[in-house]
């Protein structure tokens, strides 16, 4: 599959079947997410790898429990801002490494949730209880992966609406 092809076909996906995932694929995707550009290299992310143990544990404090029921591996990406000088860079490194995890797993026929944490007054403190973060690291996103137990139509081309030329216009 090309680069192009996985991000057509990149669906967010909240129903996965059983079937097994391995860890060395669930590495894998930290792998791809740690490839992710970062603002002046300070490389500020870091990954916690979260088995089906631990997925159960956050799902009994969260409301969205189904993804990580069902799904095999689930990967939070977090940044330790503490003493970082890059402003708010480490939201974007982050995003751009979910964004990788998304588009790796779609590459290796798996499906996989972008699950929004940061400020987030519903979900950030239970994630931050259960992935035990201290002050200063903050989690932007958890990638829920697993083989997809539904089916989505890959996305068509951006409608003209969505692009100008050269200005905004309305």
Known sequence: MTAIEAIMKRRSIRKFTQEPVTKETAMQLVDAAAAAPS???????RFILMDKHDMAKLAETIDQKQPFEQGRWAIAVCADTRGYTGG?????????????IQIAATALGLGALWYGVYRRAAKEPQVRAALNLPEGVECAGIAVIGYAGENKDKHGKVGEKFV???TWKE
Do not use: C, I, Y
């Open 39 to 45: 603002a002046m290299n300070l490389r500020p992310v």
């Open 164 to 166: 100008f030329e050269s």
């Open 88 to 100: 708010t860079g480490w939201l974007e490194d982050s995003a751009a490494a979910l964004e990788n």
